[in-house]
């Protein structure tokens, strides 16, 4: 399936939506400490960019790029719509972002996961791009929980 990945303003409904079901969801499956998903007033921010990747008009998947520094992204917000799932729209928006932090002239890009089964998907995805465990970095810890991954680039 192909999808249209364009840069997002988060003013439209079907993706504060989406935002919304991904922090109820990473609420449900995380302890409250270790709930690290941004609300859309954070994304606004200037240091996020945010992207969509759309099936005609159909909201399929979301994801965000945190510039750390000069040489650092962090993945953020990546989540596919539920009945998207599976079809290949958060591996769309996952190359979006790494695309976007090549022509930042990034070396590194890192993303924070958790480990239980409910984020076995997203793992998977992220070790078939290159991305492998590392230790925390920002301000993530170490704990049963997190799971921090990074990519050289």
């Known amino acids: 399936m192909t999808y249209a990945i364009r840069r997002d303003d988060l003013t439209g409904d079907k993706v504060v939506a989406l935002l919304a079901l991904h922090l109820e969801e990473m609420h449900r499956w995380s302890p409250a ?3 690290h ?10 240091d996020v960019t945010f992207f969509a990747a759309w099936d005609g008009d159909e909201l399929a998947a979301v994801g965000a790029l945190k510039h750390l520094d000069a040489e650092r992204g962090e993945l953020k917000s990546m989540r ?5 799932r599976g079809k ?23 993303l924070e ?11 998977r995805l992220y070790e078939k791009h290159g991305f492998a465990e590392c230790a925390p970095f920002g301000n993530y810890v170490s704990d049963e929980f997190s799971l921090c991954m990074e990519k050289a680039l």
């Open 37 to 46: 998903a941004m609300p859309v007033e954070r994304l606004r921010e200037p």
């Open 80 to 84: 596919a719509a539920p009945e998207y």
């Open 113 to 123: 996961t958790g480990r239980p089964e409910p984020f076995r998907p997203a793992q």
């Open 88 to 110: 290949g729209a958060g591996e769309a928006i996952l190359i979006a972002l790494h695309e976007e932090a090549q022509r930042r002239g990034y070396n590194w890009l890192g």
């Open 33 to 35: 400490c270790n709930v």
